[in-house]
């Protein structure tokens, strides 16, 4: 009786420690796919400035060029 107590609790131990590394490499793996979402984020936000300033050069520099007409 206590060695099939023994297997079973043993067993029982296995599953929740499994269970917990599956939750902690979750609980990773979401907090590096928000980060990454994050930084795709930031990185479009950049490169939208960008083409605006590029955008907005363009259209100063030919104003400008219709102007000295």
Do not use: P
């Amino acid at each position: 009786m206590t060695l099939w107590f023994v297997e079973i609790s043993s067993k029982w131990n296995l599953e929740q420690s499994i269970l917990l590394n599956l939750k902690n490499h979750y609980s990773a793996g979401l907090f590096y796919l928000c980060a990454a979402l994050f930084l795709a984020l930031i990185e479009q936000a950049i490169q939208l400035m960008v083409d605006r300033d590029i955008v907005d050069y363009y259209f100063d520099v030919k104003m400008q060029a219709i102007d000295e007409r």
